[in-house]
């Protein structure tokens, strides 16, 4: 039986590493709104002899979601992994200057799309599933008022979901990457020399191996 993997957030990044990391033991469904980037993924996947459905996507689309799971139910029943890289990155800022439209998206994205999107999924991973998501350090820094807020409030519902379901499943995961140069980062550090940074597909093995 083939094992499938739900990734929200593959279009690049750590999301984009844990699908090729995965393609060979796993049907990837990758989830992402940039439709090119989700092609080159699919490229990336075929010629390492691993399999894709792609899923153009807003995560913030509960009608969407809810289509993207139900499509899942009827094509294999069941998902074994859930990884949820998506991310609204918003400007860094002071807490006195934040953007009131900006702060709307990182609740949409980080929370109540995290919120929707366990309510789904959780019935596709039943008891024995895997569920990932990635803590961030810089939470609670100076000027990551919209950012680490809402990725704050996003691991805690992870972190309570993990509470809830140790004894029963599914095993859900909160793991910490390191720091990576991606498109995010880059956001927060403009100018940062990267060459120390950790690769994107090292990290997502370094993931995979505490799980």
């Known amino acids: 039986m083939t094992k499938t993997a739900l990734i929200t957030g593959a279009s690049r ?41 792609l899923a153009p996507m807003d995560v913030t689309n509960q009608d969407a979601m809810a289509t993207l799971c139900r499509g ?18 918003a400007p860094l800022a002071p807490a006195d200057h934040i953007d009131a439209k900006d702060f709307a998206k990182s609740v949409a994205c980080n929370v109540t799309a995290t919120a929707t999107l366990i309510t789904f999924v959780a019935p596709l ?21 919209s950012y680490g807020a809402t990725k704050a409030a996003q691991i805690s519902l992870a972190r309570s979901w993990q509470a809830e379901t140790q004894k029963t499943g599914p ?26 940074l950790t690769q994107p597909a090292d990290a997502a093995l370094a993931v995979l191996q505490q799980l």
């Open 72 to 89: 899942i139910f009827e094509r294999w029943g069941t998902l074994d992994m859930w990884l949820h890289a998506a991310i609204h990155a």
């Open 125 to 145: 991973l039943g008891d024995a599933g895997q569920a990932v998501f990635f803590d961030d350090p810089n939470a609670g820094q100076k000027f990551y008022g």
């Open 171 to 196: 095993k859900v995961h909160v793991v910490t990457p390191p720091a990576m140069p991606t498109a995010t980062r880059a956001r927060f550090y403009p100018g940062e020399n990267r060459t120390n």
């Open 13 to 53: 990044g750590l999301g984009a590493a844990l699908a090729e990391a995965l393609a060979p033991t796993h049907h990837i469904v990758a989830v992402a709104k940039t439709t090119g980037a989700l092609e080159e993924l699919d490229d990336r996947i075929q010629a390492k002899g691993g399999s894709a459905t």
